[in-house]
């Protein structure tokens, strides 16, 4: 069974930096790689909208105006895991980060991680 766990959320001021995690387990050998990866945010009251993805062979989408410069996606196909690194966070960032991966061959076979708040505030 195929499961993404988020970490790395928290509370921090505004300028802080946070490293979210998603670590995948339940792939089978390594199909971790043949999936495309990506993090989500969801702030309160509003729908859930992409932040980056980085596909199986590297490529990274365009970041929305909202956080380019300040984060970066990468992933770690030996450890299963994807990463967002979020600097210079303002308030505007809070929110719930949500991992997704989508198999590269079969788009339908998707997977969301539980989320991890992210609160920034002075």
């Known amino acids: 069974q195929v499961q993404l766990v988020e970490s790395g959320g928290g509370s921090v001021q505004p300028g802080g930096s946070l490293r979210l995690s998603c670590a995948a387990s339940?792939?089978?050998?390594?199909?971790?790689?043949?999936?495309?990866m990506s993090w989500y945010l969801q702030a309160p009251g509003k729908e859930r909208e992409l932040v980056a993805r980085?596909?199986?062979?590297?490529?990274?989408?365009n970041y929305p105006d909202s956080v380019k410069g300040r984060f970066t996606i990468s992933r770690d196909n030996a450890k299963n895991t994807v990463y967002l690194q979020m600097n210079s966070l303002k308030p505007e960032d809070t929110a719930v980060y949500y991992c997704?991966?989508?198999?590269?061959?079969?788009?339908?076979?998707?997977?969301w991680g539980q989320g991890t708040q992210v609160t920034v505030s002075s």
């Open positions: 339940g792939f089978a050998g390594s199909t971790f790689m043949y999936y495309d």
């Open positions: 980085i596909y199986s062979d590297g490529t990274i989408t």
């Open positions: 997704y991966a989508q198999n590269k061959y079969y788009s339908s076979i998707t997977y």
